[in-house]
T-cell receptor
């Protein structure tokens, strides 16, 4: 069974631009969660999607948004990029809502210049 | 919200010895506690987890213990090997939000 995949793997953007990241969960998994990983803040929860609905959201500004499609694939969007948004963005999938037994993708490394 | 503290931040052990990493959490409503291993440049991998109705769980050389009263849980790795070198993260879940500890960099000395 294929693992969680994320595209693109690397992105370079400039301040003020917007970016869309994509995550394909493990086949059969219906929940997708997103995390930001930085050396200073560690791993921080962004949001969880289950059955195309956002179920929970972490403490991030409204510039961070997401959605989930009927095939459980998910996208995350960051608008008006800031230098501090430079990070590794990880998605994780699990069978059900609730965050149990999450399996991570390889991440998208976003650099904001 | 939930707050997870993890100690130590770095740990070096001789190959073959045991390693213990400890985490505390703040919210008694948290009910699921996974541990992830992240090797350099790779994704976090779930290595073991424990639910709040269980006190201990083992999987070969790794084990996790949970003390709900004291709100702390620990990862134990026995007979450490060089491939155990990585950053280990503990986490706690409350209502689907996973809060991670700050990580422990474990180095196994050959």
């Amino acid at each position: 069974k294929a693992g969680v995949t994320q595209t693109p793997r690397y992105l370079i953007k400039t301040r003020g631009q917007q970016v869309t990241l994509s995550c394909s969960p493990i086949s059969g998994h219906r929940s997708v969660s997103w995390y930001q990983q930085t050396p200073g803040q560690g791993l921080q929860f962004l949001f969880e999607y289950f059955s195309e609905t956002q179920r929970n959201k972490g403490n991030f500004p409204g510039r961070f948004s997401g959605r989930q499609f009927s095939n459980s694939r998910s996208e995350m969007n960051v608008s008006t990029l800031e230098l501090g948004d430079s990070a590794l963005y990880l998605c994780a999938s699990s069978l059900w809502q609730g965050g149990l037994e999450q399996f991570f993708g390889p991440g998208t490394r976003l650099t904001v210049l | 919200g939930e707050n997870v503290e993890q100690h130590p931040s770095t740990l070096s052990v001789q190959e073959g010895d045991s390693a213990v990493i400890k985490c505390t959490y703040s919210d008694s409503a948290s009910n699921y506690f996974p541990w992830y291993k992240q090797e350099l440049g790779k994704r976090p991998q779930l290595i073991i987890d424990i639910r709040s109705n269980v006190g201990e769980k083992k999987d070969q050389r790794i084990a996790v213990t949970l003390n709900k009263t004291a709100k702390h849980f620990s990862l134990h790795i026995t007979e450490t090997q060089p491939e155990d070198s990585a950053v280990y993260f503990c986490a706690a879940i409350k209502v689907s939000e996973l809060t991670f500890g700050t990580g422990t960099r474990l180095t196994i000395i050959p």
